[in-house]
């Protein structure tokens, strides 16, 4: 078996690839690996994980561009985020009335971009939906997030309530 600095050991080179990859050590990942290894783990040219979610200097986490021949129609461009993000946000869109349409797609799997794709009835705007939508979606999250903790809370108090067995 492969053996690291730190004397864990490892019975493959995939299983030393993936331990010393988590350490972030590419001296500590070449330690003993044969150099066709080696030489892979300096071409390696993922991004770094931050890069995901956190917004570069000076980046907004969301522009709006009007439609160019529906007037009640634009595109949101949120930066750094997923499917989950847009998903919550065309379904809740999706529940207004004056939403005739709402849609979102990811661009490519190594972009972290978001674009949602609103259309309005002709009396409001996209961005006075959009508005709405994160307003619902925050107040919905905060009523979850009071909820879980009233029921955490009560939790620890039928605990400490209880005898303890011996």
């Not at 019975?11 to 001296?27: E, G, K, L, M, P």
């Not at 634009?74 to 999706?94: A, C, P, S, Y």
């Not at 002709?122 to 619902?136: K, N, Q, S």
């Amino acid at each position: 078996p492969y053996r690291c600095d730190a004397r864990r050991g490892v019975s493959s080179v995939a299983q030393h690839i993936r331990h010393c990859a988590n350490r972030r050590d590419a001296r500590h990942a070449r330690a003993g690996l044969p150099p066709y290894i080696s030489g892979y783990l300096n071409t390696m040219n993922a991004p770094e994980r931050h890069r995901s979610y956190q917004l570069d200097e000076g980046q907004a986490r969301m522009t709006y561009e009007p439609d160019q021949r529906v007037a009640s129609a634009g595109t949101f461009t949120i930066n750094k985020e997923d499917h989950t993000v847009g998903n919550l946000l065309r379904m809740q869109l999706l529940r207004d009335g004056d939403t005739r349409f709402a849609g979102y797609q990811l661009p490519h799997p190594l972009e972290h971009v978001c674009h949602v794709k609103v259309e309005t009835t002709p009396g409001r705007t996209p961005a006075e939906v959009m508005g709405g939508a994160v307003t619902d979606l925050r107040q919905e999250v905060e009523l979850l997030d009071r909820g879980f903790r009233d029921e955490c809370a009560r939790a620890r108090e039928e605990a400490d309530a209880r005898p303890m067995e011996t």
